[in-house]
């Protein structure tokens, strides 16, 4: 088996003493879809997080690993965890719009971005080009300001920047739960497709099992910060004995039924 992308071991997140999110063990290998799925407060957002080296400075308390390329994130420091979000992991968000900045044109968002990374000229170039068509985008709308391009465009464009930081991992927040469904099922075959076209590598954090169970090769369950069952899609989907799984696949009428 491939080394994995991601790595996290006995991962806990404390707001005071309260555990909000605790995960023993979470791979994710090149080209695969672990999905996170759980109800509201269950710690998804929290995971991520963590994940991303984002809570490092905040009231969180972390304890754990979580290896990124190598390298644990949670002690990397400052500078080196923001060099690793965007070139090793990249974030996508709920809804973007709110996360763009209004005033500058998406071409220049996309830029500085790059700058950031050491990334400009003509590479910067070649990077946006190909980016903005591996998700289907015209290559115009870099003129355009946020709020000149529809939700969907703009969780697109998101992700476009992920491809063009070369983050061979995206982890996505609730990334369709903001959009309309048929725009949902645009963004998410963007997603597949950079998946099976360039083997990234895809950490989905959903509420949606029925939208996770057409994409994760790997469904992580999780319920008031714990992670109460695991395993890849078709023993979760079809042979899960864990009652609180059970409960979630029945609440779906495409997935529950009889077994
Ligand atoms: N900064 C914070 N301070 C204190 N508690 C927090 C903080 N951020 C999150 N929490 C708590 O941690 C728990 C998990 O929150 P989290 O946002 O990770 O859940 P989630 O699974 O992403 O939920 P949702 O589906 O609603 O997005 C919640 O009970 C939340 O109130
Ligand atoms: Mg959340």
Redesign the pocket.
């Known amino acids: 088996m491939t080394a994995p992308l991601v790595s996290v071991r006995d991962l806990v997140v404390r ?1 005071g003493d309260r555990v ?2 605790a995960v023993p063990e979470l791979d994710v290998r090149p080209g695969q879809c672990v999905a996170v799925v ?10 991520l997080l963590a994940v991303l080296g984002l809570l490092t400075g ?3 308390r972390v304890e754990g690993s979580v290896l990124i390329g190598g390298t644990d994130i949670l002690r990397a420091g400052e500078h080196a965890a923001r060099d690793l979000r965007g070139s090793a992991i990249s974030l996508v968000l709920q809804s973007p719009q709110g996360s763009l900045n209004p005033t500058m044109r998406l071409g220049r968002l996309l830029d500085l971005a790059l700058r950031r990374h050491g990334i400009r000229g003509a590479e910067a170039r070649s990077r946006t080009t190909e980016a903005l068509d591996a998700v289907r985008l015209p290559a115009d709308i870099v003129r355009r300001y946020p709020h000149q391009v529809s939700g969907g465009q703009a969780q697109r464009f998101a992700i476009a920047t992920a491809v063009a930081l070369g983050a061979p991992v995206i982890a996505a927040d ?1 990334p369709t739960s903001a959009l309309d469904v048929t725009v949902q099922a645009e963004v998410m075959g963007v997603l597949d497709r950079l998946r099976r076209e360039q083997g990234t590598a895809l950490l989905f ?1 959903s ?1 949606d099992l029925a939208l996770v169970s057409t994409v994760a090769d790997h469904i992580v369950v ?1 319920k008031d ?1 714990a992670v109460l069952d695991a395993g890849d899609v078709d023993h979760v989907l079809h042979r899960s004995t864990v009652p609180y799984t059970r409960a979630l696949l029945d609440a779906v009428p495409t997935l529950g039924g009889p077994r």
């Open positions: 707001y909000v999110s759980g109800e509201s407060g269950s710690g998804k957002s929290t995971l905040t009231a969180a609730e954090v509420h999780m910060g």
